[in-house]
Nanobody, 124 residues
């Protein structure tokens, strides 16, 4: 099993920045791709970003491209999501997820491990 714990969420004004962290523990050797997803009230969970085990391959949703950056520190078993130029529509619960897939994927069923989520609220 893999346990994922997110942190770093909070309340920020539009245009501000936040950095989310996701610490992994357990059978971390089974993790390759790490991803971030989000779910806003009344909406389905959606893909945000993903990164390969080496960090060489990243993928972003069009809505966050150029504003968000995903990175990872394998020595610390931690993945990060730097969020800049935040907008009210970025408000959501952000979830970290882990997959054994080698190539980052946007497909949620390919991520068997999930964190509990961290709330991000962007005020206008």
């Amino acid at each position: 099993q893999v346990q994922l714990v997110e942190s770093g969420g909070g309340l920020v004004q539009a245009g501000g920045s936040l950095r989310l962290s996701c610490a992994a523990s357990g059978r971390t050797f089974s993790m390759n791709t790490m991803g971030w997803f989000r779910q806003a009230p009344g909406r389905e969970r959606e893909f945000v970003a993903a990164i390969s085990v080496s960090g060489a391959i990243t993928s972003y949703a069009d809505s966050v491209k150029g504003r968000y950056t995903i990175s990872r520190d394998n020595a610390k078993s931690t993945v990060y999501l730097q969020m800049n130029s935040l907008k009210p529509e970025d408000t959501a619960v952000y979830y970290c997820a882990a997959s054994s897939r080698v190539v980052p994927t946007t497909n949620m069923p390919t991520y068997p491990y999930w964190g509990q989520g961290t709330q991000v609220t962007v005020s206008s």
